[in-house]
Nanobody, 120 residues
Framework: VQLQASGGGLVQAGGSLRLSCAAS?????????????LRWYRQVPREQRELVAG???????TYAGSVQDRFTISRDNDRRMVYLQMNSLKPEDTAVYYC??????????WGQGTQVTVSS
């Protein structure tokens, strides 16, 4: 399984960005994606990677308290995509954002990260 994240960039505080993550790889990728939980993490230098949002195979979502009501995670199983809509961005949202696919069994997979920078 390969994950390709995109959509990061530089935005002013109060602005919005939409991150995308595309899954690919092998004949079984459709079923793997559909049955997996999907997550977005972020990381700043010298700190641990932080879980930002998650969506399970049934569509239930969870969010870190710091992004609740500002970020929305969604998935498109047909396109094998996961999205993170980020609104009302703050300078403290600046980080490298990573998508993560968590299978029911077996390893999880990570995308390469996309930089989000929010200027004050």
């Amino acid at each position: 399984v390969q994950l390709q994240a995109s959509g990061g960039g530089l935005v002013q505080a109060g602005g919005s960005l939409r991150l995308s993550c595309a899954a690919s790889g092998g004949a079984a990728i459709g079923n793997i994606f559909r049955l997996s939980a999907l997550r977005w993490y972020r990381q700043v230098p010298r700190e641990q990677r932080e879980l930002v949002a998650g969506i399970d195979s049934g569509g239930s979502t969870t969010y870190a308290g710091s992004v609740q009501d500002r970020f929305t995670i969604s998935r498109d199983n047909d396109r094998r995509m996961v999205y993170l809509q980020m609104n009302s961005l703050k300078p403290e949202d600046t980080a490298v954002y990573y998508c993560n696919l968590v299978r029911l069994t077996g390893p999880s997979y990570w995308g390469q990260g996309t930089q989000v920078t929010v200027s004050s």
